[in-house]
């Protein structure tokens, strides 16, 4: 089965974020730890199914990475909006584990680059069909506190 194609939201003028939803872009991500990990760059869609499925995370230049090695990629559904401030949590990373989860570098998001983070949040990749049903790329759980 493909990969299907992955854009900035950016990059889509015909595309916003959902009505009820709120664009994420700029908050501050959490980790486990509570302390921050980074920025809200942008946010990665699946245009044909009109789905986010990434977070494009700038790190914090405390973390002390290249500028080649500043953003990852985290999966919509292992982050979760805080009710109130404008904060992204992520339970499976804290400021330790972030240092060894997989860049991002603006080219194609592939299957293997896409195993690897999972891996890295402690997850098994397992089959490709269906990929995308799991809950990992859900958005559910990601707006909920903030629907009422």
């Known amino acids: 089965m493909e990969t299907p194609i992955l854009r ?13 939803n709120p664009d994420v872009r700029g908050w501050t991500v959490r980790g486990a730890d509570g302390k921050a990990l980074g920025r809200v760059y942008e946010l990665i869609v699946e245009p044909e199914a009109l789905k986010v499925r990434y977070l494009d995370i700038e790190l914090d230049a405390h973390f002390k990475t290249n500028e080649h090695e500043r953003h990852i990629l985290l999966p919509i559904g292992v982050a979760a909006i805080d009710a109130e401030d404008d904060n992204v949590f992520v339970p499976a990373l804290d400021s330790e584990k972030v240092l060894s989860y997989p ?45 009422g």
Do not use: H, K
Not at 8 to 20: I, K, N, P, Q
Not at 117 to 143: C, I, K, N, V, W
């Open 103 to 147: 860049p991002y570098i603006e080219l194609q998001v592939t299957r293997d680059y896409e195993e690897a983070m999972l891996r890295a949040l402690g997850q098994e990749p397992g089959s490709t069909a269906g990929f995308y049903e799991r809950d990992t790329y859900s958005d559910a759980a990601f707006y909920s506190a903030r629907r």
């Open 8 to 20: 900035r939201l950016r990059d889509l003028t015909d595309f916003e974020v959902a009505d009820g």
